[in-house]
């Protein structure tokens, strides 16, 4: 009952993430007061097993389907449920890690103490935390990522925040069919790490051949200056106008940046794939590359731009208008198709991430 209620409320607020909605925020306050009734209604039972048959299946429920506010409110009413674990002998920081509910998870960062304690439970097959964490997510949950890359790059970042909470110990001890916790993880995503590797070179290919196309019309551009060079001196003929200068900016930072991006992409095509590298270093070498193929896209157009205007548009500055017109469409193009891919890089890597303290609200 508690569950259904919370997960009504979090539909709602989904729906209402685009926009403020003031009826949203009323209908999750409102849904919060009925679970603390409803705690109340329990507590007021004075059963202590019927208190903890219910207690136990709601808040293990709702640490599955990722309700964080269920369990904080059966904690704050019931703090003995926090220990309930299920027939597996998973407690709730067990279940989240298995179901990859970060929502649940960062409820430790609100504990004032026992979280060493909350950490140290093994289940029934000699699995520690560590070995939950290296399991393979979900589908549901991994879907929820887009690219394999990044897919892997999430499963390492939870792997590395529970093992923020375990004792070193912990990383050293087996489980009952004798595998470490990175054992259980190398075998999990074993499959994760191919296809991520096939999707960062698929990637990194097409990137490749169009950096390498940019530096050598780039390079050739520089060469043969537009209108020519003067006979005499071997000086640009339109050495003086202010065109001819914004050209030879553009084109220059078009040629390093092309190359620099080109030899990004050769960095992760020619990369070992080892599983750390999923961490941070091939995101990182991903943004660059992807920042700087598209500062040599724009600025590869902004010298073509320059040049059309020198050779054809005789002074007359009415011509920019269409020429500016025209060089937005291949920028703005390569922007909607690559920016959400380096959006999702840059904040999967460098951003808050999903964990942390979400609350000043004590929790147990």
Not at 34 to 54: F, G, M, Y
Request: aromatic share 10%; with cysteine.
């Amino acid at each position: 009952m508690l569950c259904r209620i919370k997960e009504q409320s979090n539909r709602k607020r989904k729906s209402a993430s685009h926009k403020t909605c003031p009826k949203a925020k009323i209908d999750a306050s409102s849904s919060n007061q009925l679970v603390k009734s409803l705690c109340e209604k329990i507590r007021s039972s004075n059963d202590s097993k019927v208190i903890d048959l219910i207690c136990k299946d709601v808040i293990l429920i709702a640490t599955r389907c990722g309700i964080h506010e269920v369990v904080e409110e059966v904690v704050e009413s019931f703090p003995q449920a926090i220990w309930y674990v299920d027939k597996d002998n998973y407690n709730i920081f067990g279940l989240a890690v298995i179901y990859r509910c970060e929502n649940v998870f960062n409820l430790i960062y609100q504990m004032c103490g026992h979280k060493q304690a909350m950490m140290v439970t093994r289940d029934k097959n000699g699995n520690n935390m560590l070995h939950l964490a290296g399991r393979l997510a979900p589908f549901d949950k991994l879907n929820l990522v887009p690219g394999a890359a990044l897919q892997m790059q999430r499963e390492l970042q939870w792997f590395k925040e529970v093992e923020k909470f375990v004792t070193p110990r912990y990383k050293q001890l087996r489980n009952d069919d004798n595998e470490f916790p990175s054992m259980v993880f190398t075998k999990e995503h074993k499959k994760l790490v191919e296809e991520g590797e096939k999707w960062m070179k698929d990637t990194a290919n097409s990137c490749t051949i169009a950096a390498a196309l940019i530096a050598t019309i780039a390079f050739a551009a520089v060469i043969t200056v537009p209108g020519g060079t003067n006979g005499t001196n071997g000086v640009p003929v339109f050495s003086k106008a202010n065109a001819f200068i914004v050209f030879i900016i553009s084109d220059a930072i078009s040629l390093f940046t092309s190359t620099v991006s080109l030899l990004m992409f050769l960095s992760i095509l020619t990369s070992r794939y080892a599983e750390g590298d999923f961490l941070y270093v091939l995101p990182k070498r991903l943004i660059i590359g992807l920042v700087t193929l598209f500062m040599s896209i724009t600025t590869m157009i902004l010298a073509f731009s320059s040049t059309l205007y020198l050779v054809f548009g005789n002074n007359k500055e009415w011509t920019l208008i269409p020429v500016a017109a025209l060089a937005c469409l291949p920028v703005t193009s390569f922007a909607f198709l690559q920016f959400p891919l380096l959006v999702d890089l840059i904040s999967s890597t460098y951003g808050h991430g999903i964990f942390g303290k979400k609350s000043d609200r004590l929790f147990y």
